[in-house]
């Protein structure tokens, strides 16, 4: 049980997911989907449509359920949090795509897993690395096949039917995750490239122009000097909509927010009823009734090591005496009091030491020598009467080293083997230099080893914000939505008010947060039904906020709106415009300064020389990456001062003096294989979005949850 635990572990959510490519798909429908339209075919009850098959609510949530179950057995849980309760509905959705979608995919083009490959991934010849990991012994970093064998026929002949279904999740996440690997490696080894795309390529990248250019960049026009009429920005807006298509459906919001956290007297108050529950909690004759009645955490039985306690109690539950109470101490937003019912021996020991480990900076002898000479040069420091913790942080070459170098406690057996032996047989204070696999470490043992394992009763509550703080924070806040019924109500009260107002420009109808807040998904929820200029009434996000939002525009996937798109119009122009006005000016001054050294000195702007700009490489020195005339230049004649070209930061007149051709590659193979590469990478984690357009994939998950 406790290898399938480790397996979970390593896994997570991932059980029953379909690999990498498939999340993307996921999350890239998430965000593309057309809520509220299913081809004016679906009801009220469609969740989704993928590839002609309908989905409805009653058939999400049964495998939604089934899916929050699983959780529950695998955790040990009896709730599950907002969050994990949002993943497990990511899980659900990748299910059904894989079901309804990937699954036909398969089937078409005869992708399967054989029962041979299956076993071939568990204890053959091509190991799973989930299943490596779940059984390599920590102590010697050594791989047993024999422990796959034994554990997977103690399960099979055993009678725990949950394991067993459990296991058989797993293999399912192999299975799929493997045909998924499978699909997307068919897709690649369709692509390549030609020898004339590595000529290209080559060329791109290695012919060089020795070039002059005078610039005057867009910004020495202001914004302010360009006026533009509304008539003058929707004739523009017109003539280029396909640039302001939307790609996805969104939202843009204003919002306020009430934050009602605790108070100091919230606060004060949960401090006064953890003393005041001391002498009660010492009294307490049955400590599992009185903590299940009072606490927010439920009384576990269960006997534990040093490290499953907070270190600020640790060190006195276990040398105080049953029936003991230590606290209240406050942490994490919480009072907690810890009551000592239980103590036994574990049946092998808990450790504490710090380390500061030297690695070995290379393969040879020198290189070893040299980190063992460092190592005791950092140890004779310590000896000296430095500390410890500060030469960790400054030396140490691992995770520990913020941490002074504490490894905490620890079990026997969960370091490798010289490492275990060393700290197990030495005493409290010991200082020594040890050599391990991972290099040279600086050991002190901080404490004495103990077998002792202590249960204990916790009694917390958390300070929360109390009725009369979250009433005075919602009085205000519907005092503002009562009096802001419009966009225009709403932005006059937030001047009047001085309350800072926030602003989320793409919220997209799948998203549970808004910038800087989590657990907004009732906001999101409302932008997609509301109309532009609505305000919502008091919306409450997470435990302790109040928002209240105005939805200022609305995106939907492949129209162009000239209201949510004025911002970009107006920059747009404005900067068509200067570089019209600009070109104008450079062509004028090109007419009387034939020379750059001329026009340079008329224009009062830089001539600046390059001397191997490439076409690849579309930064230029002193200007930055303008690709629209790198383009140009590199396509220009030689010898002839050319211009003016509208750039995208700038307008240019320049000189061609010379190209130098790139060198002949020594082999066009690696260029090809680079190509394709890239190539391979995009198609890997892009397939999916051509895929969910060509079955007409639509979520309307939005409408639900």
């Known amino acids: 049980m406790a290898i399938l635990t480790k397996i979970r572990n390593r896994s997570g959510l991932a059980i029953g997911m379909v690999g990498g490519a498939l999340l993307l798909f996921v999350i890239s429908d998430a965000l593309n989907s057309n809520f509220g339209f299913f081809s004016g075919q679906a009801s009220s009850t469609t969740v989704a ?15 939604l359920e089934k899916n929050i179950e699983g959780y529950k057995v695998r955790s040990q849980s009896e709730n599950v949090d907002e969050n994990t309760r949002n993943q497990l509905r990511e899980q659900t959705w990748m299910q059904f795509m894989n079901d309804y979608l990937m699954a036909k995919e398969y089937k078409e083009l005869g992708i399967e897993v054989s029962n041979e490959e299956l076993e071939d991934m568990l204890m053959g010849q091509n190991i799973h690395p989930q299943i490596r990991q779940s059984f390599t012994d920590p102590a010697t970093g050594t791989f047993d096949i024999n422990a796959v064998k034994r554990y997977l026929k103690s399960m099979n002949e ?26 997307a490696n068919l897709l690649k080894k369709g692509v390549y490239a030609t020898s004339l795309e590595a000529k290209s390529l080559n060329a791109n990248r290695g012919t060089t122009a020795e070039m002059n250019f005078v610039a005057i960049p867009y910004m020495t026009i202001a914004d302010t000097t360009i006026t533009a009429e509304e008539s003058d920005l929707k004739s523009y807006f017109k003539k280029n909509m396909d640039k302001y298509k939307e790609r996805e459906n969104s939202r843009k919001l204003e919002f306020v ?33 009185y903590t299940d009645a009072n606490s927010e955490t439920r009384f576990d039985p269960t006997p534990r090591n040093r490290s499953a306690y907070p270190v600020e109690v640790a060190d006195q539950i276990f ?21 000592v019912v239980g103590e036994k021996q574990d049946s092998v ?48 070459t691992d995770g520990t080293r913020d941490k002074g170098g504490d490894l905490g406690w620890f079990t026997e057996g969960s370091m490798v083997k010289e490492f275990n032996d060393a700290v197990k047989n030495g005493n409290k204070g010991d200082q020594f230099v040890l050599k391990t696999q991972f ?9 004495d080893k103990s077998k002792k394992l202590v249960c204990a009763a916790v009694l917390d509550r958390t300070v929360e914000a109390s009725d009369k703080t979250t009433g005075v924070a919602y009085n205000e806040a519907s005092q503002f939505a009562a009096s802001s019924t419009n ?20 919220v997209r109808e799948n998203d549970n947060f808004l910038p800087g807040y989590a657990e907004a998904r009732e906001v999101v929820r409302w932008a997609f039904s509301a109309k532009e200029g609505n305000v919502s009434e008091v919306i409450t996000i997470g435990n302790d906020k109040y928002v209240i939002a105005v939805l200022k525009a609305i995106r939907e996937k492949g129209k162009a709106n000239f209201e949510s798109s004025r911002e970009r119009v107006l920059a747009d122009y404005r900067k068509d415009k200067k570089a019209e006005q600009l070109a ?17 000195r008329n224009l009062n702007q830089a001539l600046n020389p390059v001397s191997s700009q490439t076409f690849e490489n579309a930064s230029l020195p002193f200007v930055g990456y303008d690709p629209t005339f790198v383009g140009t230049l590199m396509g220009s004649a030689t010898g002839k001062v050319l211009g003016p070209v509208k750039g995208d930061g700038a307008v240019y007149a320049y000189q061609v003096n010379k190209f130098n051709p790139a060198p002949a590659p020594a082999d066009l193979n690696s260029l090809k294989a680079e190509i394709s590469n890239g190539i391979q990478s995009r198609l890997e984690y892009g397939y999916a979005e051509v895929l969910k357009e060509i079955k007409h994939v639509v979520d309307n998950r939005a409408k639900f949850y």
């Open 584 to 600: 104008e000016k450079m062509k004028t001054a090109m007419a009387t300064n034939p020379t750059l050294d001329a026009l340079s």
């Open 439 to 447: 290099g040279f470490h600086v050991i002190k043992i901080t404490a």
């Open 49 to 63: 449509e993928i590839d002609g098959e309908t989905i409805n609510i009653r058939q999400f949530e049964e495998k």
């Open 257 to 289: 927010v009430w934050d009602f956290a605790p108070s100091s007297e919230d606060s004060a108050a949960a401090q006064k009823w953890a003393y005041d529950q001391v002498e009660q909690f010492k009294a307490a004759t049955n400590d599992t009734l």
């Open 158 to 183: 055993g009678t725990d039917e949950n394991m067993k279904a459990q296991w058989k999740e797993f293999e399912d996440y192999l299975v799929n995750e493997t045909m998924q690997r499978k699909y």
């Open 349 to 396: 020991f808990s450790m504490r030491a710090s380390h500061i480990l030297i690695r070995v900076e290379g393969s040879t002898m020198q290189d070893t020598i040299a980190a063992r000479t460092k190592a005791n040069d950092i140890l004779a420091r310590i000896k000296k009467g430095e500390s410890f913790a500060d030469l960790a942080r400054e030396f140490g």
């Open 487 to 506: 966009a225009e109500e709403f932005d006059a009260n937030v001047a009047a008010k001085k309350i800072e107002k926030r602003i989320a420009e793409f």
């Open 319 to 339: 040398a105080s005496a049953v029936g003991t109470v230590i606290g209240p101490v406050f942490a994490d937003g919480k009072y907690s009091l810890y009551k």
